[in-house]
Nanobody
Framework: QVQLVESGGGLVEAGGSLRLSCVAS????????MGWFRQALGKEREFVAG????????IYADSVKGRFTISRDNAKNTVYLQMNSPKPEDTAVYYC????????????????????WGQGTQVTVSS
């Protein structure tokens, strides 16, 4: 049973930076694609970014492209989300998740494509 634990959330000013981490235990993520999602209050969970099992390819939601960077360190069983120049509309609970396959092809943004989820970390961006 894979357990994912996110950390690094908090309060950040618009235009600042924040790095989220997601550490896996109890199982492997090294041969699986990983994703970051977020859910704002009263809204549906939405895809933010995805990365292949090697880290060689990434994909982003249009709303964060050019500002956020997803990366991974398989030796540490950890996935990161670097958030640069965050905006108030980025305020949400951020979740990492393990995809059921190694690639980011197909419906990478569909939550049903992921089998393990973390508990989430709150990110609040002040204006």
């Amino acid at each position: 049973q894979v357990q994912l634990v996110e950390s690094g959330g908090g309060l950040v000013e618009a235009g600042g930076s924040l790095r989220l981490s997601c550490v896996a235990s109890g199982g492997t993520i090294t041969t699986y694609a990983m994703g970051w999602f977020r859910q704002a209050l009263g809204k549906e969970r939405e895809f933010v970014a995805g990365i292949t099992w090697t880290g060689g390819s990434t994909i982003y939601a249009d709303s964060v492209k050019g500002r956020f960077t997803i990366s991974r360190d398989n030796a540490k069983n950890t996935v990161y989300l670097q958030m640069n120049s965050p905006k108030p509309e980025d305020t949400a609970v951020y979740y990492c998740a393990r995809r059921r396959q190694a690639t980011i092809s197909g419906k990478v943004g569909a939550p049903v494509e992921y089998d393990y989820w973390g508990q989430g970390t709150q990110v609040t961006v002040s204006s």
